[in-house]
């Protein structure tokens, strides 16, 4: 897919320049993000009490909570590595939170202490939806927020 992530990451810059207030710039995050072709789903779960529960998206109704090491948020929490996943049907212990998601990329994203604050999640309704210059992109996006926490 064609995504413009050069465009959205300018935009993501300039909405989170000076912003103090972290939910502000994390829902203006997702509805950048999701402007962008093939996501259909793309949001945070911020870690709290030891899970990931569900913070500012874009998109249809989520899981709430998620624990660590659990589908693919709570594995990339636990491994602390990104994750593409080309077919979620294929992933073990996929948390289906919409039957409309058929692949998915998470990102970790962590405080300046090395410790996973949060995932950056996006899923696509189709398949084999993300590889590896999403997942760079999404990366640079993800430090652009760990300079905010």
């Not at 897919?1 to 300018?10: G, H, L, P």
């Not at 911020?46 to 913070?55: C, E, P, S, W």
């Not at 049907?89 to 090395?114: L, R, T, W, Y």
Request: proline fraction near 3%; include cysteine; aromatic fraction near 8%.
């Amino acid at each position: 897919m064609n995504r413009d992530y050069a465009t959205a990451i300018s935009l993501i810059k300039g909405i989170t320049v000076g912003e103090a207030a972290l939910i502000a710039s994390l829902s203006n995050v997702s509805a950048i993000l999701k402007e962008l072709d093939g996501f259909f789903w793309v949001g945070f779960y911020i870690v709290k009490d030891d899970q990931l529960v569900v913070g500012p998206y874009q998109g249809p109704v989520a899981c709430s909570r998620i624990a660590r090491g659990k589908g693919v948020c709570g594995t990339s929490w636990e491994e602390k590595r990104a994750i593409v996943v080309k077919n979620v049907h294929d992933f073990p212990g996929h948390i289906a939170c919409s039957p409309e998601s058929q692949s998915e990329i998470v990102i970790p994203i962590f405080d300046k202490n090395q410790n996973v604050a949060m995932i950056l999640d996006v899923d696509s309704s189709s398949l084999d939806g993300f590889d590896l210059e999403d997942q760079q992109a999404l990366e640079e996006v993800g430090k652009i927020i760990t300079e905010l926490i």
